[in-house]
T-cell receptor, first 117, second 115 residues
Framework: AQTVTQSQPEMSVQEAETVTLSCTYD???????LFWYKQPPSRQMILVIR??????QNATENRFSVNFQKAAKSFSLKISDSQLGDTAMYFC??????????????FGTGTLLAVQP | GAVVSQHPSRVICKSGTSVKIECRSL??????MFWYRQFPKQSLMLMAT?????????EQGVEKDKFLINHASLTLSTLTVTSAHPEDSSFYIC???????????FGQGTRLTVV
């Protein structure tokens, strides 16, 4: 069974600084998807970034980028130029490519990020 | 991105009554919908997966007779909490995915309080 581990329950960063959130996962599959979701105080889940395992290039979305290390099964999220609006709970998630659309997301336990002014 | 609307956002009900939560995909056809429960400062716990027109698949430990899920159309799924008890108080979130898509879109969530 796949598992997702986020070892940092809480983190804090100063505004405009850079922060990296860690995520490791365990799977025997070769093709899969990895995601980072943001859940701000409103509790609305927002997709931050997505990585397809067969792509070697790390995904980037504006200030958000990932460091995907497939062999190490590591998928960290880097937030550059942190903004107050980045304050949220961040969840790492895994999705198998098998089974199509019914495949469920497997979430980590989350990292609560606080951006300090 | 696609929009998923969940209603109501907050509901308070009396112990022993039932409450229905709706999840609608507004601009796409959701072949699969997922229902989650989330306790404060915890991760999302998948309760069940539903496909349009068929019975939901419940995760281990989730009582299917207590949490009734209906996915009668490609744009609507409902979760009914039957005979609610205070321990059912939680935050419930739905997500919807269209066929062939890898991305799931989330509703705003429903805060259920059973008194």
């Amino acid at each position: 069974a796949q598992t997702v581990t986020q070892s940092q329950p809480e983190m804090s960063v100063q505004e405009a600084e850079t922060v990296t959130l860690s995520c490791t996962y365990d799977t025997s599959e070769n093709n899969y998807y990895l995601f980072w979701y943001k859940q701000p105080p409103s509790r609305q889940m927002i997709l931050v970034i997505r990585q397809e395992a067969y792509k070697q290039q790390n995904a980037t979305e504006n200030r958000f980028s990932v460091n995907f290390q497939k062999a190490a099964k590591s998928f960290s999220l880097k937030i550059s130029d942190s903004q107050l609006g980045d304050t949220a709970m961040y969840f790492c998630a895994f999705k198998s490519r098998k089974g199509g659309a019914t495949n469920k997301l497997i979430f980590g336990t989350g990292t609560l990020l606080a951006v300090q002014p | 991105g696609a929009v998923v609307s969940q209603h109501p956002s907050r509901v308070i009900c009396k112990s022993g009554t039932s409450v229905k939560i709706e999840c609608r995909s507004l601009d796409f056809q959701a072949t699969t919908m997922f229902w989650y429960r989330q306790f404060p400062k915890q991760s999302l716990m998948l309760m069940a997966t539903s496909n349009e027109g068929s019975k939901a698949t419940y995760e281990q430990g989730v009582e299917k007779d207590k949490f009734l899920i209906n996915h009668a159309s490609l744009t609507l799924s409902t979760l009914t909490v039957t005979s609610a008890h205070p321990e059912d108080s939680s935050f419930y979130i739905c997500s919807a995915r269209m066929g062939g898509s890898t991305e799931a879109f989330f509703g705003q969530g429903t805060r259920l309080t059973v008194v």
